[in-house]
């Protein structure tokens, strides 16, 4: 039984579900999806995925029930099978991998605004530290034009995306 404690991770589902959209997921959802890093406790998230604490409990056990997330070390989490053999951990997301999840969450997040945040992150280069720079760009844009509580969630669950890559 989860509770506000547990650390989930993203299942190998739940990592293609971030780029390829392919469940109906509500926002609160597919905002926790996205914040799921294997290390943060779940009432970290609660600001940033827009629900009251007692409400993510009943969100993550939806994402469980879809194979999405995982409690952080469980098999389902890191995924053994996706693996290539001789690999000594989860493999980390490339550029471009990193590039659709930080777009997805920027759409997640701004809604039909999230146009020139969008244009942004896919004019800059594939290395973490020129997402990061596309990243803090469109967090000053959206704060100004979109709204700022928003643009702190991005901006605070895009640095996750990248920290997780980088390790």
Known sequence: MADLQT?????????????AKAHALSRPQRNLLI???????LGNFARMV???PEELVGIAQSLVAL??????????????ASRPPGAAGPAKPGGE???????????????????KVVEKLNAAGAHPAELLSAVESGAKLAKLTID????????????????GAAR
């Open 7 to 19: 650390v989930f991770a993203k299942t190998p589902a739940g990592l293609g579900e971030v780029q």
């Open 35 to 41: 914040l799921a890093d294997g290390k943060s406790p």
């Open 50 to 52: 827009g629900g009251a």
């Open 67 to 80: 194979g999405l997330i995982a409690p952080a070390g469980s098999a389902a989490a890191s995924g053994p």
């Open 97 to 115: 991998a990193l590039r659709a999840s930080l777009v997805a969450l920027a759409e997640d997040t701004f809604g039909g605004k999230a146009g």
């Open 148 to 163: 700022e509580a928003k643009a702190a969630a991005f901006l605070a669950g895009a640095k996750k995306i990248l920290e």
